[in-house]
């Protein structure tokens, strides 16, 4: 069984065909930067962009969308974890946290799967804490500011990828689909 994975992001195709092979299913990558909707919830934005691409893409595929949501701050960035990032990026979140006791937050993926006919969504989640300074080296975007367990995902390196909302939305996916 083959299924493309279409991501502008090498990391993330990386991640998704180990996970795939463990499934027997061979994830191909196709390399594309998609218009990405804007909506109130991951589901709906990961939902519409691939409907926009089914149209298109006359076979399965999938994407997958993320976000960083903050209980202090009532779920931001959520949904718009990209822009935000892009715009004040993690020195911005660590300003707008200051002062607050509640550091909880939680990653959440949505992995949206076109199967030829119909969408179906999945969703993962891992639980941390914002941290009060960024650390670490590893990984990309928030990683260096979203504790988990006492270190950051920028200090766990290739750890980070056993305990993602990523690895638990794609895990979710394949052992739906797949594992029949
Ligand atoms: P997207 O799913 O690639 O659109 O991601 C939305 C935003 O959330 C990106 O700008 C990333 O900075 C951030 N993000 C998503 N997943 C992660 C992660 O695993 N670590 C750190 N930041 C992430």
């Given at each position: 069984m083959k299924v493309l994975f279409i991501t502008s992001n090498?990391?993330?195709f990386e991640e998704a065909r180990k996970i795939?092979?463990?499934?027997?299913?061979?994830?191909?990558?196709?390399?594309?930067?998609?218009e990405e909707y804007q909506g109130?919830?991951?589901?709906?934005?990961?939902?519409?962009s691939a409907m926009v691409l089914s149209k298109k893409i006359g076979e399965p595929f999938f994407i997958e969308d993320s976000g960083l949501f903050i209980d202090a701050l009532n779920g931001f960035p959520g949904p718009?974890?990209?822009y935000v990032f892009k715009?004040?990026?993690?020195e911005g979140i660590l300003k707008l946290m200051e002062g607050k006791d509640n550091r909880e937050a939680r990653f959440i993926a949505v992995v949206a799967y076109f199967d030829g006919e119909k969408i179906s969504t999945f969703r993962g989640e891992v639980k941390g804490e914002i941290s009060k300074e960024m650390r670490g080296m590893h990984g990309f975007g928030y990683d260096p500011i979203?504790?988990?367990d006492g270190k950051t995902f920028a200090e766990?390196?290739?750890e980070k990828n056993?305990?993602?909302?990523?690895?638990?939305?794609?895990?979710?996916?394949?052992?739906s689909i797949f594992n029949q």
């Open positions: 090498r990391g993330k795939g092979e463990k499934y027997g299913v061979e994830v191909e990558w196709k390399r594309e930067e998609y109130n919830s991951l589901e709906e934005i990961a939902e519409k718009y974890s990209s715009t004040i990026g993690n979203f504790l988990y766990m390196g290739d056993k305990v993602s909302h990523r690895r638990k939305a794609l895990e979710n996916f394949f052992s």
